[in-house]
């Protein structure tokens, strides 16, 4: 697989990643551990080099699954972590906690899940509007010195602490949602991290598995599957946003591949520096999110996808109100 670099801070990483939390957590009951760790070592050996994952999920079972799974190639791969939710078992729930003391603490139970000496990118989760984000680079810029972190990365956040957080300490990588279906990104965001010269790594590429074409109008999600409560995933919705499928679908039967391949070409041809993470655990899809990486969208097929979908107008929040204020501070 092709590289990429995550902007202008030198970390180097496959052009396309795996995105890790399905595994364990969000979409439905853990899988397998053999499974997962066998679906792991499956995506080294076919050219995989990055790796997404948290604490949150599970909580804390996701880093140990890589942890075992990556232990024998540490070397040859870059994980991303985060940090910035209390996920004590005993706390009897969850809420937003980035103070310098927590994330010092965090930083100790990820490395020792992963079983690494130095975490490759250490993301704040979500924006903590309770602790400055000058104060939050400050303590990761003394990790960094410190031998723990080797790069810094922000999830969900707007353009404005991007900034601030990089005046502190730089930051290598944004991950954010991006797909066909969710573009905010391009608003303020995305020119931000060009400028910066900041690495963009979108999760949820495939729109949660929805431009894949395998989710219609009749799909069930059981109640652990973080979709069941999502306003883009309500039947209505699903029925009306089988338009973007569509129009990937039309695109991917003359280029010889499938939706879920013309909609990470896609974001591949948007910028050298953005770095897709889409996430199964499926060995076919595995090999087939991978195969995008050898579609090549030529300008006219990039016009047509651009035309057809400024036409249609996903239906549907992405999050619940709740969800979507912890993003984009």
Not at 86 to 105: C, H, M, N, Y
Not at 143 to 171: C, D
């Amino acid at each position: 697989m092709q590289t990429r670099m995550l902007g202008t801070s030198g970390l180097e990483v496959s052009a396309i990643g795996l995105g890790c939390m399905s595994m364990s957590f969000g979409l439905g009951p853990a899988r397998d551990r053999r499974e997962m760790i066998s679906l792991l070592e499956a995506a080294v050996d076919r050219g995989v080099t990055f790796f997404d994952t948290a604490e949150a999920y599970g909580p804390f079972a996701n880093e140990e699954l890589l942890g075992d799974a990556l232990e024998r190639v540490r070397d040859d791969v870059v994980i991303a972590t985060k940090f910035g939710w209390r996920v004590d078992p005993g706390f009897g729930g969850s809420q937003l906690d980035s103070r310098p003391e927590t994330i010092k603490a965090s930083v100790e139970g990820s490395l020792t899940r992963l079983r690494v000496d130095a975490i490759d990118l250490y993301y704040q989760h979500r924006v903590d509007p309770d602790v400055p984000i000058e104060e939050v680079a400050g303590a990761i810029g003394d990790l960094i010195h410190a031998g723990k972190i080797k790069h810094f990365g922000l999830s969900e956040p707007g353009a404005a602490t991007v900034r601030r957080a990089h005046a502190i300490q730089q930051v290598t990588a944004v991950e954010s949602e991006y797909s066909l279906w969710w573009r905010r990104p391009e608003d303020e965001l995305l020119p931000t991290l060009e400028e910066l010269g900041i690495g963009f790594v979108p999760f949820s590429p495939l729109g949660k598995g929805f431009l894949t074409g395998k989710i219609d109008d009749a799909t069930t999600f059981e109640s652990a599957d973080f979709r069941s409560v999502l306003p883009r995933f309500s039947p209505e919705a699903r029925k009306a946003n089988r338009a973007f499928v569509d129009l990937l679908a039309r695109v991917a039967q003359r280029k010889q591949a499938t939706p879920a391949q013309i909609a990470l070409a896609w974001l591949l041809a948007q910028n050298p520096w953005i770095v897709p993470i889409p996430g199964t655990t499926k060995l076919e899809r595995l090999e087939e999110n991978i195969g995008a990486d050898g579609v090549g969208l030529a300008a006219d097929d990039l016009r047509e996808i651009d035309s057809g979908a400024a036409k249609i107008g996903p239906a549907g929040d992405r999050y619940p109100e709740e969800l979507e204020r912890l993003t984009g501070r």
